[in-house]
């Protein structure tokens, strides 16, 4: 990078904008807010960076026609990457099991529920958890938990034939997990920022009303 001619900005502060306005670009994805609250510093990030320039031997700038042209390579391949996933949407439709989806979700619990008690299990016969028990009691429980264990595993060994691979099991609508995972990190990811911004807006007031409040009782 080499400063334009009548810039007044060093190296140093080149580099911390854009740091900042590289953070501030990937946090916005999940802290939006984030941009409003140092628009300024953001402005300043910007202004800094527009007096820098590219210096390596041989750098050009793309013109408006390339640019363009990359643009439309990216939506042609966007295009063909939508056609792509719709074939395989309407492929895996037709393959669509209700009690295959189902087992599957049951699968997914009792492999869950499987790993937990196995640890838990573990830790009392080490005594690792709860090391002041009484012994009668903790022989009780790992017997109790092997027990559990037991019908866990056959309830995998049961679902597992019926399931497959738990990845390649298509819901009612032919999309796969993966498929969902994608689309749940959006939907999650919007009410995250909706409910935040809703408790940032309540902040003032319960700031201010902490403040108020003499009785510690009622502050705590």
């Not at 941009?35 to 402005?43: F, H, I, P």
């Not at 700038?61 to 966007?78: F, H, M, P, S």
């Not at 959006?186 to 807006?201: P, T, W």
Request: glycine share 2%; hydrophobic share 35%; net charge negative.
């Amino acid at each position: 990078m080499a400063c334009q001619e009548g810039c007044d900005v060093d190296v140093r502060e080149s580099v911390a904008a854009r740091a900042l306005f590289l953070d501030l670009h990937r946090d916005e994805f999940w802290n939006p807010w984030r941009m409003e609250e140092e628009a300024a510093g953001l402005e300043r990030a910007e202004q800094i960076m527009g007096e820098w320039e590219r210096a390596e031997p041989g750098f050009k700038r793309k013109t408006k026609r390339q640019l363009d042209a990359e643009v439309a390579r990216w939506e042609r391949d966007w295009e063909k990457k939508r056609i792509k996933s719709e074939a395989l949407r309407q492929k895996n439709l037709e393959r669509y099991d209700a009690e295959r989806e189902q087992a599957r979700l049951e699968l997914l619990e009792q492999r869950c529920i499987l790993a937990h008690r196995t640890t838990e299990v573990a830790k009392l016969r080490s005594a690792e958890s709860y090391p002041a028990m009484d012994p009668a009691r903790r022989t009780n429980q790992v017997a109790q938990l092997d027990e559990q264990i037991v019908r866990h595993k056959a309830a995998v060994e049961r679902l597992t034939p019926i399931v497959g691979d738990p990845e390649d099991v298509p819901d009612q609508h032919g999309y796969l997990p993966r498929d969902r995972r994608h689309s749940t990190l959006y939907i999650y990811r919007e009410r995250r920022i909706q409910e935040v911004r809703e408790l940032r807006a309540k902040l003032p007031e319960l700031e201010a009303q902490i403040k108020d409040t003499e009785d510690k009782a009622e502050r705590s």
